[in-house]
């Protein structure tokens, strides 16, 4: 579909740098209600600052040591991490507080937002962060304090694990999953106390549920079988769900009062929907080869998964209700790369299929709710470098870049109106979104080597200029 382009701006460094310069309020004046969030933000002067999206106005100067490299948003709203080459900060949108997270150099600029979440984790005022190796350098986060432990350290281990496979914060911020491909760990945070999961020596597959009261997990006997197990969150009431000569694993649904369940054999599988209440288990989908369970609506009432085949990679639309019906594959999204929202439970993915010299690219729209897809950019080159795309937090939007012999733009992805916002970007640069989609920003490289952002709403029309190169939405 066509996709409208916006008027490009001619940004001098000598016009964005002084006549730009934004309204400077006090760390102690809080930042106004009305305002549509905070931009997280490096200026010129290499100071680290919170801009109101509305007006342009600096709200807070944050006290960072060193030149901010990047910054993203944290679980809990109004929060965001800011890294320098040898620190982290937990900045406040809220009060301007800055919080510095003691880590050693080296460790604290290894870490990335790719290696911050793992899937399941649900704390707020907690959360995790890690170093690509995911192990010793994974870490707990008191996002109010900033105080900070390391993981290991939590689980009393005779012999600590040199990996962790999956670590999870309960909703309630009070217990901690830890995981490092054999050994299944639950930490009570709050009596600083700790138990291994199961009563074998190989379990995996656990989660907590939504309303954290109970956890599902799967564990390995001496005979090779699998047992499907969930129990209360303090250890009581362990209830064996299923019992397999199969593999089984299983997520909760956000809702909480179903899992869907993967028995999976050496060829393939079965996706069923699995009432842990009552034990009644529905057959959704047979399979042939391996799944990957992407992402579930936050309603909890479908969910999107991939299945791996030698064919290639499938997509499909699963609901989770009491039968197998509507459950669909869907045909556009053939070998695509599918991106998720930041919490797993999200209503919306973006689909990017895979380009060859023959066929572009296509970037799709996908709402995991009705498992509708639509074509939001076309004729994509296999020339061209596509950023991961950016879903919003909490609304129906993504944003990417895209680097080809023909542009350098930022994409704004506008769902409720299948429409492609495009910014060009004349000499470089890169782009964020609001949380909500309710708008995006677009920064700008400078020919100092500095940089200006440009805001806009979600329909495209231009806001305010700001003299400083946006880092992350809040």
């Not at 996709?3 to 106004?32: D, F, G, I």
């Not at 080459?85 to 604290?108: E, Q, R």
């Not at 910014?423 to 995006?440: E, N, Q, R, W, Y």
Request: aromatic fraction near 6%; proline fraction near 5%.
């Amino acid at each position: 579909m066509g996709k409208p382009e916006l008027n490009r701006r001619t940004l001098l460094a000598t016009s964005a740098m002084t006549a730009l310069a934004p309204v400077v309020s006090s760390a102690q004046t809080p930042a106004p209600e009305s305002s549509p969030g905070g931009l997280i933000a490096l200026a010129a002067d290499r100071s680290v600052n919170c801009y109101d999206p509305a007006s342009g106005n600096r709200i807070f100067t944050f006290a960072i040591d060193g030149k901010a490299t990047a910054a993203w948003a944290t679980t809990a709203p109004g929060l965001a991490m800011v890294q320098t080459a040898d620190s982290l900060s937990v900045v406040s949108a809220i009060d301007g507080s800055t919080h510095a997270i003691s880590l050693p150099n080296k460790v604290a600029a290894q870490i990335l937002p790719s290696t911050i979440q793992f899937r399941g984790s649900a704390g707020r005022a907690q959360m995790l962060i890690g170093t690509p190796d995911s192990g010793a350098n994974t870490f707990l986060v008191d996002l109010e304090t900033g105080d900070r432990t390391a993981v290991i350290g939590l689980l009393n281990a005779k012999t600590p694990p040199v990996t962790l496979q999956n670590v999870a914060i309960s909703s309630d911020d009070l217990y901690l999953l830890v995981w490092d491909g054999r050994t299944t760990w639950i930490v009570n945070l709050e009596q600083d106390s700790v138990r291994t999961l199961g009563t074998t020596a190989f379990t995996f597959s656990a989660g907590f549920s939504p309303d954290a009261s109970q956890i599902v997990y799967s564990q390995q006997l001496a005979n090779g079988k699998t047992e499907l197990r969930v129990q209360n969150i303090d250890g009581s009431g362990d209830v064996l769900l299923e019992g397999s000569s199969d593999i089984l694993v299983s997520l909760w649904a956000p809702t909480g009062d179903v899992t869907l369940l993967d028995d999976r054999t050496a060829s393939g599988g079965t996706l069923s929907n699995l009432d842990p209440a009552s034990g009644k288990r529905t057959d959704l989908l047979e399979y042939t080869g391996a799944t990957s369970i992407l992402q579930f609506a936050a309603n909890g009432e479908a969910a999107l998964v991939g299945i791996e085949g030698d064919a290639g990679r499938d997509w499909y639309f699963l609901p989770l209700n009491a039968s197998s019906a509507g459950v669909r594959l869907l045909t556009d999204l053939a070998d695509a790369a599918v991106s998720p929202g930041f919490d797993f439970n999200s209503d919306w993915a973006v689909a990017i299929t895979t380009p060859s010299d023959n066929v572009d690219a296509t970037v799709y729209a996908v709402d995991v709710r009705t498992g509708q897809t639509a074509a939001m950019i076309e004729g994509i080159g296999i020339d061209a470098d596509i950023s991961p795309p950016q879903v919003a937090r909490s609304g129906p939007g993504a944003l990417l870049i895209i680097d080809s012999f023909t542009e350098y733009a930022v994409h704004f992805l506008d769902f409720p109106h299948l429409a492609d916002r495009s910014v060009d970007l004349t000499k470089g640069g890169s782009g964020v979104i609001a949380p909500d989609a309710s708008g995006f920003a677009a920064v700008h490289d400078l020919n100092t080597g500095g940089q200006a952002t440009v805001i806009y709403d979600a329909a495209g029309n231009e806001g305010v200029t700001i003299a400083a190169g946006v880092l992350t939405w809040i």
